[in-house]
């Protein structure tokens, strides 16, 4: 079994910035890749960017492109989502998750964490 617990979110004001992190626990971290989802109130839940195993690859959601950063660290298992120049649409829960394996872009993973949210004003 694998656990996620995501930390860092909060209120900030659009141009702000913020960083979330997700400590994984009970597997080999080393050998998951992860990803970043987020759900707005009323809406369904979208991809915003994954990081493979390795972090070797990332992949970004057109809308977070040039503004999100995805990393991981593999001593800490941790993987982190650093948010630059945030807009007020950018609001919802961010989950982070985890799947053995191949990178994905869908929300085809096995494990996610309880979310924690984020909120821009403007």
């Known amino acids: 079994q694998v656990q996620l617990v995501e930390s860092g979110g909060g209120l900030v004001q659009a141009g702000g910035s913020l960083r979330l992190s997700c400590a994984v626990s009970?597997?080999?971290?080393?050998?998951?890749?992860m990803g970043w989802f987020r759900q707005a109130p009323g809406k369904e839940r979208e991809f915003v960017g994954a990081?493979?195993?390795?972090?070797?690859?990332?992949y970004y959601a057109d809308s977070v492109k040039g503004r999100f950063t995805i990393s991981r660290d593999n001593v800490k298992n941790t993987v982190y989502l650093q948010m630059n120049s945030l807009k007020p649409e950018d609001t919802a829960v961010y989950y982070c998750?985890?799947?053995?394996?191949?990178?994905?872009?869908?929300?085809?993973?096995?494990?996610w964490g309880q979310g924690t949210q984020v909120t821009v004003s403007s």
């Open positions: 990081i493979s195993w390795s972090g070797g690859n990332t």
């Open positions: 998750a985890a799947k053995w394996g191949v990178v994905a872009t869908t929300a085809s993973y096995a494990y």
């Open positions: 009970g597997r080999t971290f080393s050998n998951y890749a």
